[in-house]
């Protein structure tokens, strides 16, 4: 039942409803939960790619923590998933480890290399692993409402015949039971009919 001092709508836990309800769980529930997924997602790329970029140092010399920031600082979502706009040249990449030789690409490997490490749902899956398996939850949420769907068209068809087979009016039966009772109708006319007749006759031999 709808219960208006509820800390949260009606619909967020309750597991039944009509496709009301369906919409406005899609809405305010599952389509935010995806966006939170890939909030995270471009969240921590952002923030693991800036710190090991702010490690190193840049073909101008800066050093930590001079050197800029490669993603927008800002980031604090994948709406706002930006290359940082103070990041103006390619000469402000931090290949270099801090305070090593022009040449040096050491940092701009452990920048490529954050794409194998599990920094993803507490350090057990890559940014890779995690982005798949939202796209297969979206994938699998999708396909179960499908399913869902056939299998409740089908449950209110067989109803629906169930419904009908027990009160509906079969117009076959009808007509044989109404052409049976006209039959039985003009028997008995007819046995009236004949029963006058002998009495008219009987009357008739009398006088």
Excluded: C
């Excluded at 790619?49 to 994948?78: E, Y």
């Excluded at 029963?195 to 008739?204: E, K, L, N, Y």
């Amino acid at each position: 039942a709808l219960d208006p001092t509820a800390a949260s709508p009606f619909y967020t836990n309750d597991t039944s409803g009509g496709q009301l309800w369906a919409t406005l769980k899609l809405r305010d529930v599952t389509v935010p939960g995806y966006l939170a997924q890939l909030n995270s997602l471009a969240t921590t790329i952002a923030t693991q790619v800036n710190t090991q970029q702010q490690a190193g140092s840049d073909l101008s010399g800066s050093v930590p923590p001079a050197t800029v920031a490669f993603f927008d600082p800002a980031t604090s979502s994948a709406a706002t998933f930006n290359i940082n706009p103070g990041l103006t040249s390619t000469s402000q990449i931090a290949a270099a480890a801090s305070g090593a030789p022009s040449g040096d690409n050491s940092n701009a490997l452990l920048i490529a290399n954050l794409q194998n490490s599990l920094t993803m749902s507490g350090n057990s899956t890559t940014f890779n692993g995690y982005y798949d398996s939202l796209v297969s939850k979206v994938g699998l949420d999708v396909q179960s409402s499908k399913n869902t769907v056939t299998q409740d068209t089908a449950f209110t068809q067989q109803l629906t015949n169930l419904q009908q087979s027990n009160s509906g009016v079969s117009l076959d039966e009808e007509l044989t039971k109404l052409m049976q009772y006209q039959r039985s109708y003009q028997a008995s006319a007819k046995l009236i009919t004949t029963a006058t007749d002998m009495m008219d006759t009987v009357i008739g031999l009398i006088h």
